[in-house]
Structure formats: structure tokens, C-alpha cells
């Protein structure tokens, strides 16, 4: 890639009161389990993993994103209780639904014909929706001092995503960036 690039990941960002909740969750283990790295994004579902992306193409992407999400449906999302990637992640659990698998499908596809983008998936595992509240900063000790915690602790949450969320990096954080509506409604 030619010039400067930025890096964006794509993403549901749950509405109120489900954000505020799961920000809560990532400020309580950053204050008793010494873990801050959750932080470092919106409370949100992560549909596609970051990726770099040429400056002075923004746009293309921009335009191609807002003509595919129309095509695709708003897709109901269910939050319960919380679930771990054991020694390091801890997080509020997705229940896998087949309009969100196929949501999370059609866009890996879309970036894989329009840009030639590939979906990193974590040692080759299969999606596994989530939202994090502690992340691979969490040291191992601390890590099994929350997880005594929060493995008994109950959520429960519902929404409809009505749209998709591109994240951009500003060099420490991810930021939302632009917001594309799902359907023509």
C-alpha cells in the first residue's frame, strides 16, 4: 500500500442501556483486576477484525460500505450471562443466531470480493461473537480472581442492530467512525 493508512475494524455497537452496562463491566475489572486494554474500544460485537486501509481510498470504502449494508437486514441480538477465552479474555456472551452468523458472512464475503480483505480469525477458529470486558491484558492470576466473579454473574440483554459500525484507530484507541444503516427502512 502506497501512503499513509488507517486502521478500522467492523463492528455492533449495542444501544443503551446494554453500552452503558458493558462499559461499566470494562471500568470494574480495569479498577479490581488491573485490566485497562477493554478500554481501549467501544463496549461492541465485532463483525470483522482490523484491517489497514489506504487514506486516499476512505472514500471508496465509505461508499461501497453504505451500498452494501442496505442490502443486508437489521438482525436481533441477544446478550446472556458471560463467558470467557481462558487465561486472558473475559466477556458478556452473544447467543449465536443464524441472522447474525449470516450478517457476519456476508460482510466477510463483501470484503473478501470488493477489497480482497480476509477476515483474520483467531488461530483459525470459527466466529464466535462476543462483547469483551477484559481483554489479553489480564494477567493470568487476575484473571481467574474475576472469572470466579463473573462466571456465577447473570446478564441479559436484547436489541435489534439496525446498523454496522466502522471503528478507526486514532493511534491509542478505536473510536466509532461512521455508522451504516442495515435495510432501506
Known amino acids: 500500500m502506497k501512503g499513509p493508512t488507517s486502521k478500522f475494524f467492523l463492528a455492533l455497537i449495542p444501544p443503551e442501556p446494554i453500552y452503558g452496562e458493558a462499559m461499566t463491566f470494562k471500568e470494574l475489572v480495569r479498577d479490581q483486576y488491573h485490566s485497562k486494554g477493554a478500554l481501549r474500544s467501544p463496549a461492541h460485537i465485532t463483525l470483522h477484525m482490523p484491517f489497514d486501509w489506504p487514506d486516499h481510498k476512505a472514500e471508496t470504502l465509505f461508499q461501497e460500505l453504505t451500498a452494501y449494508a442496505r442490502k443486508l437486514s437489521p438482525v436481533d441480538l441477544t446478550l446472556k450471562d458471560f463467558g470467557c477465552f481462558e487465561p486472558r479474555v473475559i466477556f458478556i456472551a452473544v447467543e449465536p443466531s443464524a441472522d447474525l452468523l449470516h450478517l457476519q458472512k456476508e460482510f466477510d464475503r463483501f470484503f473478501k470480493i470488493k477489497f480482497n480483505l480476509f477476515n483474520a480469525s483467531y488461530q483459525d477458529l470459527p466466529y464466535h461473537p ?27 440483554g436484547h436489541f435489534t442492530a439496525h446498523s454496522v459500525t466502522l471503528l478507526k484507530h486514532d493511534g491509542q484507541k478505536w473510536q466509532s467512525h461512521l455508522d451504516f444503516k442495515l435495510g432501506n427502512a
Request: glycine letters at 0%; charged letters at 40%; a positive charge.
Open 130 to 156: 462476543h462483547l469483551t470486558i477484559a481483554f489479553r491484558d489480564l494477567k493470568k492470576s487476575e484473571f481467574y480472581r474475576a472469572w470466579e466473579m463473573f462466571k456465577e454473574k447473570k446478564f441479559n
